[in-house]
């Protein structure tokens, strides 16, 4: 999200086999460590965890020293409410890297589980990680073997036609050039409003190739006329401003004819109207009906496909350039209009829209010239990148604990800025 981050790749293969009939002398192929152990994981996330268990000790036969591989293995025996058989796998690993900080952070976990076996995993991690000095746990490379990723794009497309489906997945992964037009030219089989609404905004991305980015004003152009009608008698102010600012340079500063409209769409009571928790819960049941495993963090990417975030962020790069061209008075009324408009989109429940509405209050409050509130508006935006830095450092999708996975997934979904903040201070 501007800020979404993490994400390692999934290295999947087939085993290998050996004839009996090979000579002695013949080298036997063997898969690489890290194949297997990702096998590994896909299991533990195809809730089979004694194909886990028989894969992993297999790479610890051939790879004994494998840190990562002594990672999994305490976390099976923990997803499974196994805490001493964790705690012995745990000992191992902390004599082995006696300075590594996973180490320390399953041994306050296991702690945390043996005190509260049936309390929250959320909590039990989180003064886990306070427990054990809030390492950072970022760039380690050894955890990234820990989170295979799906090709969701892929998987949906391989198994269905369903036009709502594959637009989920082109919202949650990395569509080629050829899966966008077959959208564009399928774009009738939108049905939901929502997603009506998401491929309105996913045709105005400039990223990609200039083919690419030109061939997405047919599909802008296809659901113009619709959008517009829509936005006239809209309650919220996403599809208004959209339409407004949606296509235009960064680089522009705003304008006094643009002005009235940006009025206007700052007296609309809401920013949107659909919540984050079930966009993701409609994400994931049309997804995993479809292959895609959990905990792939692609449900909660596609759900932040609809939220229609690009215009707040093209509106605060054009406020960010409008140094001239308007009257005092009219400063102020843009000033006025950009600090209301913010303090809806921060209403929302993710860290990013907190983010896009503090930077525009911040903005707002120069236009008017309000240093108090510019002050305010700062701070805030400054808290809310210090609870990302935090998360950034814990690398919470790196741990193969699907209990813990689902409560942080759906606590993301319901209010990912309050989830986050918890990781900041105790």
């Known amino acids: 999200m501007g800020p979404w981050r993490f994400l390692a790749s999934l290295l999947l293969g087939g085993l290998l086999c050996s004839c009996a009939s090979v000579p002695k002398s013949a080298t036997a192929q063997r898969e690489p460590t890290d194949v297997r152990l990702q096998r590994a994981v896909a299991h533990v996330w195809a809730k089979k965890p004694d194909l886990a268990h028989t894969e992993v000790d297999g790479v610890l036969e051939e790879a004994p020293l494998y840190r990562s591989a002594w990672i999994l293995k305490a976390c099976l025996f923990l997803d499974a409410g196994k805490p001493d058989a964790a705690a012995r796998v745990v000992a191992r690993l902390r004599e082995l890297a006696p300075g590594d900080p996973e180490p320390r952070v399953l041994a306050a976990l296991i702690d945390q589980r043996r005190l509260r076996p049936q309390g929250s995993w959320l909590d039990a991690m989180r003064r886990a990680w306070f427990e054990a000095g809030r390492p950072s746990l970022h760039h380690n490379e050894r955890m990234e073997l820990l989170h295979p990723m799906q090709d969701t794009v892929a998987i949906v497309w391989a198994r269905t036609e369903d036009v709502e489906a594959r637009f989920n997945a082109m919202l949650a992964g990395e569509p080629s050039a050829a899966q966008e037009q077959w959208l564009m030219d399928h774009v009738s089989g939108l ?3 929502v997603l009506r609404l998401a491929a309105f905004e996913f045709f105005h991305r400039t990223t990609g190739p200039h083919a690419v980015v030109a061939a997405r004003k047919r599909g802008r152009d296809l659901l113009r006329t619709e959008m517009a009608s829509l936005a006239a008698r809209s309650p919220h102010s996403d599809l208004p401003l959209l339409l407004l600012v949606g296509g235009t340079s960064g680089d522009a500063p705003f304008t006094r004819e643009e002005l009235p409209e940006l009025e206007r769409i700052a007296e609309l009571p809401r920013y949107r109207e659909t919540h984050m928790a079930r966009l993701g819960d409609e994400a994931q049941w049309r997804l995993e009906s ?9 449900f909660y990417w596609a759900a932040m496909g609809t939220r229609l975030l690009g215009a707040p962020m093209e509106l605060l790069r054009r406020l960010e350039v409008t140094k001239e061209g308007l009257t005092p008075e009219e400063r102020l009324r843009l000033g006025v209009a950009a600090w209301k408009l913010g303090g809806r989109i921060a209403e929302g429940n993710t860290l990013f829209e907190d983010l896009m509405g503090y930077k525009l ?7 008017k010239g309000d240093e ?18 935090a998360s950034f450092h814990f690398r919470f999708e790196l741990w193969p604990l699907p209990s813990f996975q689902r409560e942080w997934l759906e606590a993301s979904l319901d209010d990912e800025g309050h989830l986050l903040e918890t990781f900041v201070a105790r």
Not at 290 to 298: A, E, I, N
Not at 361 to 367: D, F, K, R, S, T
Not at 372 to 389: I, K, P
């Open 191 to 193: 049905r939901d409003p």
């Open 290 to 298: 479809l292959g895609v495993r959990y905990p792939d963090w692609r």
């Open 361 to 367: 209050m911040e903005q707002g409050a120069l236009l």
């Open 372 to 389: 108090a509130g510019r002050a305010w508006a700062a701070a805030a935006a400054q808290r809310n990148l210090e609870t990302d830095v």
